[in-house]
Nanobody, 123 residues
Framework: QVQLVESGGGAVQAGGSLRLSCAAS???????????ASWYRQAPGKQRELVAS???????NYADFVKGRFTISINNFRDTVYLQMNGLKSEDTAIYYC??????????????WGQGTQVIVSS
C-alpha cells in the first residue's frame, strides 16, 4: 500500500546540477515514516549500483564515484528523500531509482522501490 514517486530527473549539461525527489505515500492515509532510504542507478548495458544511502539518524553512505558531489537527505516529516547532484558528469547518465524502508502506524517496516527517473548528462 506504500508508493514511492520520483521526480526531478531530466537532461543537464556536464557540470550542472539536479535535485531528485522521492515522495512516499500510503493509500490508506495512515501515518508513516521512512526509516532508511537509498538511491540506485542503472546505466544502459550495466548492472544497477548503489549511489547513496541514509538511515533515520541521518548517517549517510556514498559510492566513491559520487563523494563530494552528491548529497542524500530526508525531510523532517520522513516522507521524502532527496538526492542533490552537483558537478554532474557524463558517466552519471542513468536511470535513478529510489529504495526505502517504510513503516506505517499499523505495519512493520517494508521495502519499496520507486519507478525510476531518467538523468541524462551531456557534454
Amino acid at each position: 500500500q506504500v508508493q514511492l514517486v520520483e521526480s526531478g530527473g531530466g537532461a543537464v549539461q556536464a557540470g550542472g546540477s539536479l535535485r531528485l525527489s522521492c515522495a512516499a505515500s500510503v493509500t490508506s492515509g495512515s501515518i508513516f515514516r521512512i526509516n532508511r532510504a537509498s538511491w540506485y542507478r542503472q546505466a544502459p548495458g550495466k548492472q544497477r549500483e548503489l549511489v547513496a544511502s541514509i538511515i533515520s539518524n541521518a548517517d549517510t553512505n556514498y559510492a566513491d564515484f559520487v563523494k563530494g558531489r552528491f548529497t542524500i537527505s530526508i525531510n523532517n516529516f520522513r516522507d521524502t528523500v532527496y538526492l542533490q547532484m552537483n558537478g554532474l558528469k557524463s558517466e552519471d547518465t542513468a536511470i535513478y531509482y529510489c529504495n526505502a524502508d517504510v513503516q506505517t502506524a499499523i505495519t512493520v517496516p517494508n521495502n519499496y522501490w520507486g519507478q525510476g527517473t531518467q538523468v541524462i548528462v551531456s557534454s
